[in-house]
């Protein structure tokens, strides 16, 4: 368990206009706007941004994340995604990074090293959010294809240690 914070704050209206200026160029789809009530809970590894009241960005390895807690609730809206088989949904729940053969679906596009969210094919719930590897023309093209390799490495799922945070 990632424990307590170490710092806690409110942003205020210019680091809000900052930070949705920031989300719009790296989470392209994550509904963030200057209006909505912002506070940063640091816990030194990781950021968690509380987007009224709720878990709603992680800023993770200096990537900026969705909050799985925050798409279970509210949905994946626009941001890009990929459905899964139950096998790959089962891997990935375990830790591993997603290959290509467990995708059904692409939804949205995403370049290599944009965020993309897992979803479970099966319940169409987001499962994990991960940093994509191929772009997503070279993932279609390998559904057809070879159907080989590492498509998005995981970067947050359930029971890692921003899931675990105390909020």
């Known amino acids: 368990m990632a424990g307590k914070p170490s710092r806690r704050h ?13 989300v719009a160029e790296e989470v392209p789809g994550f509904p963030l706007t200057v209006k909505d009530k912002v506070e940063l809970v640091d816990y030194g590894e990781f950021t968690v941004y509380m987007v009224n009241g ?3 960005l992680v800023e993770l390895r200096g990537r900026l994340l969705p909050h799985l807690r925050w798409l279970l609730k509210h ?7 990929v459905r899964v088989d139950p096998g790959a949904t089962k891997a990935v729940g ?12 692409v939804e949205g596009d995403f370049e290599e090293g944009g965020i993309v969210v897992i979803v479970d094919d099966r319940y169409g719930a987001p499962i994990a959010v991960g940093v994509a590897l191929m772009a997503s023309e070279e993932v279609k093209a390998r559904l057809e294809g070879e159907r080989r390799g590492k498509a998005i ?6 029971g890692d240690k921003v899931w675990n945070a105390q909020q």
Request: aromatic residues 0%.
């Open 54 to 56: 709720e878990p709603g």
């Open 94 to 105: 375990r830790g591993a990074d997603l290959m290509v053969p467990g995708i059904t679906k």
């Open 75 to 81: 949905g994946v809206g626009e941001l890009p995604s």
């Open 153 to 158: 490495k995981v970067l947050h799922r359930p």
């Open 10 to 22: 409110a942003l205020s209206k210019k680091d809000v206009k900052r930070l949705a200026a920031r």
